[in-house]
């Protein structure tokens, strides 16, 4: 969530964004290797390996789509002459974008139960 006050205090010093989406940054790799942690923990070891390549599969195309619709929101906010808004926009996708993980995590596996069946 901190990515969110990058743009705003971006005017204080060029350096508050910059540490700002570092520790983002930080945070992200922390997510990475606890959702690495959630695959082994509730998949038999025998499907592991498929588990995190179809969410790496995931990740890639959300990826690729991400990065052509954030191409296209800032080519049409710099055509307007407001490219702060594109930026804004994508900082806002980004923080929320963990929630938003969280919560659908969460609602899809309530209680830990360990799948044994696959």
């Given amino acids: 969530m901190v990515v969110?006050?990058?743009?705003?205090?971006?005017?204080?010093?060029f350096w508050m964004p910059v540490i700002l989406i570092?520790?983002?940054a930080?945070?992200?790799?922390?997510?990475s290797a606890n959702i690495f942690t959630t695959v082994s923990d509730m998949?038999?070891?025998?499907?592991i390996g498929s588990v995190v390549g179809i969410g790496g599969m995931a990740g890639g195309i959300g990826g690729v789509i991400v990065t052509k619709v954030g191409g296209a929101l800032?080519?049409?906010?710099?055509?307007?002459?407001?490219?702060?808004?594109?930026?804004?926009?994508m900082?806002?996708?980004?923080?929320t974008a963990y929630l938003v993980a969280w919560v659908i995590m969460k609602s899809l596996v309530p209680k830990f139960?360990?799948?044994?069946?696959l």
Wanted: glycine content about 12%.
């Fill in 43 to 47: 998949f038999p070891q025998k499907a």
């Fill in 22 to 24: 570092g520790i983002g």
């Fill in 91 to 95: 900082f806002t996708f980004c923080a």
């Fill in 4 to 13: 969110l006050a990058a743009q705003p205090l971006g005017g204080i010093s």
């Fill in 26 to 31: 930080s945070a992200h790799q922390a997510w």
């Fill in 113 to 117: 139960k360990l799948i044994t069946d």
């Fill in 74 to 89: 800032f080519d049409h906010y710099k055509a307007l002459g407001h490219i702060e808004t594109g930026y804004t926009i």
